[in-house]
């Protein structure tokens, strides 16, 4: 058998004045707290962003709609339609939306379209999204090339480096399907193909260097040479305020 204590219980005729007050403060704190949050309200987001063709022409009167996803990855079984907006004549949209994860879905007035999947808002968020919408009408697009050739400075050839070719305007990935990432081969060269007319970046990158880039525009059926010069990169230092300085 274990000697257990008797529970005292201090009745309340035999508390202070003090401490019945503070309790009532201590209850009336809970209940207020307990009231606050049942009634709590998510703040909404705002969401604003330009609507253009790939080559920065604004497009009015596109329809941007927003469908509400389940979940934080992958492809959603159910979506819900939570707005729909209309751009003006400057390709600008703006809209109050709950916060969560939606798929964008762009409609112009011709062949322009676009999709942004797993467009992300928080609670409160002033997100920006401009997108570049696609021509999509492929029988009038004609053949295009653009072949990026990366040398030094002396002008060596920098084989095995990494260039990204990504629209301008275009929200998509660099993995999607306007967007191209390759490797220059022994001369340093890489041909692209694109499919899509418009205004690019290509960047460049190889370790040892410091990374390049270029803009340019690709109109239809048209062939076009980029030189980017990539320049030898110093040590890299992370943590330079700890380097003794050097005496003249």
Request: some cysteine; hydrophobic content about 40%; proline content about 6%.
């Amino acid at each position: 058998m274990h000697n257990e204590k008797p529970l005292h219980i201090i009745p309340v005729r035999l508390l202070s004045s003090a401490m019945k007050t503070r309790i009532l403060c201590i209850a009336l704190l809970l209940a207020v707290g307990a009231f606050a949050f049942g009634q709590y309200v998510a703040k909404p987001a705002h969401v604003r962003g330009r609507i253009t063709t790939l080559w920065g022409d604004p497009i009015d009167s596109a329809q941007v709609s927003f469908y509400k996803l389940e979940g934080i990855s992958g492809i959603s079984r159910t979506e819900k339609l939570v707005q729909k907006v209309m751009t003006d004549k400057n390709g600008n949209y703006k809209t109050v939306i709950p916060w969560g994860q939606y798929r964008v879905e762009i409609k112009g007035h011709g062949w322009e379209s676009a999709e942004v999947w797993r467009y992300y808002l928080g609670e409160g968020d002033d997100g920006i999204l401009d997108i570049g919408a696609h021509q999509g009408n492929w029988h009038v697009i004609r053949r295009m090339k653009v072949s990026v050739v990366v040398k030094q400075s002396d002008g060596k050839p920098v084989s095995d480096a990494t260039i990204t070719m990504i629209p301008a305007y275009s929200y998509n990935e660099p993995q999607s399907f306007v967007s191209l990432q390759q490797r220059t081969n022994d001369h340093g060269r890489y041909d692209f193909f694109p499919f899509e007319v418009g205004d690019f970046v290509v960047y460049v990158a190889k370790p040892g260097f410091l990374p390049g880039s270029a803009a340019f525009r690709v109109n239809n059926g048209e062939e076009k040479a980029i030189d980017i010069e990539l320049k030898v990169a110093p040590p890299f230092e992370f943590f330079p305020w700890l380097k003794k300085p050097t005496s003249n």
